[in-house]
């Protein structure tokens, strides 16, 4: 019912808006979930063709599309060109409609930054309207999910946008991505669905022209409000998140995150609650009484691009998500490391990538060292919820506790079809106790999956092929399992 409410009030909303805006010219932005064109966009970064930060989505189109224009004159390698050819057919219109089905028979344990089947029947439609001239963008997104024991009708994706000069400021539930990380990310993620918020951000990352902060280079700013949900120990709390990220060297990127989980029912919120929060140094926070404001996470991640000979590319990243505070300096470390390398297959446009990448939510004092420490991240003694929405860590997918390795190869041919092999090494919640939502028991588990996608004429069509050694009772497998999934998309 309260869903059914929350639907039809958005919609009416929605609706209200757009009957009132004209046609537009282009989308403010690119959204989480496309993992090729995510690829697509790290490529031109590295060639000079996209300049500024890279790791916080959705990413602007306007800060995509800025230099596409110049690449005729630019000496690019086939296979870079095929990526800005790429990067251009998904560029959205005056009117953009898009329509996505997927199917699975279990969905996937680990969720990585590529949309995949939250469910066992996953649907979507979306319908966007932009006015150039005014900077308004209303984009409708509505949905209907089955399987695990849910089923439900829902306008995650949606929401509404003005643009102010350089900035934008957006109303709406839409999935994030705030790291460098491909299969994981520490602070927020597109694991859990998408929080009602309202927000600024920055839609251009140009550089500052005083000489003070020049040193930065091109910057990115996000800052938002949500409220979580009611149905949690304590209910409606609010949820802010803030990132700033910079590139103060070309292809090196820097990342600060920082999120709060505050007010709520039968807690303070008044301006003294949101002074110590945002300030939150001293015995502001992290008193160990319910006197302190609320649930904090910092996170710092770096990620530098280099060439490897004279096509191939290699992409190093970390980030650190610190669940406490010691006096000023955060501690109590989640961790994340990886490196991507990627280049030319031939040269008719075709290349290749392979990541590694290692997370681990169990915390540490100072990041990598120090004593080890179980039940901290994405825990609170006051939320006791923790750092989730809707039953789903707002991070990692795999919650606290846990261990990833991934290995990833990829192959992107000259006609767009893309093959991807990954294997996962699953560690979840390897104590066995707390509040992992993931499973309530130590498991170790070893992932296999492939994959194929491209365009067959009515729409682009993906097939994943898994296989894992062993279950989670509680996602509904005991025991090793194999799992199928077919994704069809089309857009006009």
Not at 18 to 23: T, Y
Not at 92 to 104: C, E, H, I, W
Request: hydrophobic share 35%.
């Amino acid at each position: 019912m309260m869903m059914r409410k929350f639907t039809v009030r958005w919609g009416a909303a929605i609706f209200s808006l757009l009957i009132s805006c004209g046609l537009v010219q282009a989308s403010p932005w690119a959204a989480v979930g496309d993992m090729q064109l995510r690829n697509d966009v790290e490529i031109l970064a590295r060639h000079g063709v996209i300049s500024g930060p890279v790791n916080s989505w959705p990413i602007s189109w306007k800060q995509i599309t800025r230099n596409l224009s110049r690449t005729s004159e630019m000496d690019l390698p086939p296979y870079v060109r095929h990526a800005v050819m790429r990067v251009k057919e998904k560029i959205p219109g005056k009117l953009r409609m898009s329509v996505r089905m997927q199917a699975t028979n279990n969905p996937a344990i680990v969720r990585g930054f590529a949309t995949t089947a939250r469910n066992d029947l996953d649907a979507v439609a979306t319908l966007e309207y932009n006015n150039s001239d005014s900077g308004t963008t209303i984009h409708i997104q509505g949905g209907y999910r089955k399987g695990n024991g849910e089923d439900y009708a829902h306008l995650d994706g949606s929401y509404i946008s003005q643009d102010i000069g350089n900035w934008s400021a957006y109303a709406g539930a839409f999935d994030r991505w705030w790291g460098p990380g491909r299969e994981s990310t520490l602070i927020l993620s597109n694991n859990a669905r998408p929080m009602p918020s309202v927000g600024l951000r920055r839609i251009e990352p140009k550089a500052f022209k005083t000489k003070w902060l020049s040193w930065m280079g091109p910057w990115q700013w996000d800052m938002f409000l949500a409220k979580m949900e009611k149905e949690r120990f304590i209910a409606n709390p609010l949820f802010v998140g803030m990132r700033l990220s910079f590139e103060p060297i070309k292809n090196f990127e820097v990342g600060l995150s920082r999120t709060l989980q505050l007010c709520g029912e039968g807690r303070p919120c008044g301006f003294k609650t949101w002074t110590n929060a945002l300030i939150s140094v001293g015995d502001l926070d992290n008193t160990g009484t319910a006197n302190e404001p609320g649930n904090q996470l910092a996170s710092i991640d770096l990620a530098y691009s280099m060439a490897i000979g004279k096509n191939t590319a290699l992409k190093l990243y970390a980030e650190g998500t610190a669940e406490d505070q010691n006096v000023v300096f955060p501690f109590q470390f989640a961790k994340l490391l990886g490196a991507s390398i990627y280049g030319p297959f031939g040269n008719k446009g075709s290349s290749w990538r392979i990541t590694t990448e290692y997370s681990d939510t169990i915390s540490r004092n100072v990041w990598l060292f120090g004593e080890q420490r179980n039940n901290v991240i994405y825990e609170h003694f006051i939320y006791k919820t923790g750092y989730r929405y809707q039953g789903r860590p707002l991070g990692h997918s795999l919650d606290n506790d846990s261990r990833l390795i991934s290995i990833i190869a990829q192959y992107q041919d000259s006609n767009n079809w893309e093959y991807i092999v990954k294997y996962h090494n699953a560690k979840i919640n390897v104590d066995g106790t707390g509040n992992n939502t993931v499973s309530v028991l130590n498991k170790k588990i070893d992932i296999y999956e492939a994959s194929l996608q491209g365009d067959v004429g009515y729409g682009n069509i993906k097939v994943d092929l898994g296989y894992a050694s062993d279950g989670i009772p509680t996602l509904g497998n005991n025991g090793s399992f194999r799992s199928v999934g077919v994704s069809w998309s089309i857009r006009y």
